[in-house]
């Protein structure tokens, strides 16, 4: 079984500095996809970024780079320049490549201040 | 414009009386799947579907029922909805397992 672990509940940052959160994961299938998704108060999931299990390089989209540690189990969201609008709840998933489930962490409530 | 459509977006029933919640995405997705998020559990997979007619159970698929008739369209069925429903639903739509999923933007259902 997959799963998930997310320690930070909460994160404060302030507004231009970097953050990052934290994920760890627990996976047998030696082919896998990790994902994170941001859900502000409005309740949409907000898809951020990928990172394949086989991938060489970690993953970047803008503002967001994945920090990508395959043997230590981990996949950690790295924000640049943090603005106002990424407060929000930020969720790790983790899905294999023979299965069907995405399997969620608890997610990390990222407040940014001004 | 790529999306994931639920309907309703609010809904406050009584206990037994049956509902559907609709799920329609226009990516011609072949995998779909509904998930269930409530405070300090998180979200949890309720039933998934492969691809039209084929569909399985989740974590927690109690009390629920889908279907999958055609590609696009994939229905959450609460045939007698009970207050341990109450929950915010997301429908979520994919090309392949490891590529990014698109969710709906959820349906808030409250069973009294």
Redesign the interface.
Known sequence: AQKITQTQPGMFVQEKEAVTLDCTYDTSDPSY?L?W?KQPSS???I?LI?Q?SYDQQNATEGRYSLNFQKARKSANLVISASQLGDSAMY?CLI????????V????TRLSVLP | EAQVTQNPRYLITVTGKKLTVTCSQNMNHEYMSWYRQDPGLGLRQIYYSMNVEVTDKGDVPEGYKVSRKEKRNFPLILESPSPNQTSLYFCASSWTVNTEAFFGQGTRLTVV
């Open positions: 996809g994902f998704y309740g949409e999931m898809f990928y394949g969720f899905r294999d490549n023979y299965g069907q489930n995405f969620f962490g608890p997610g």
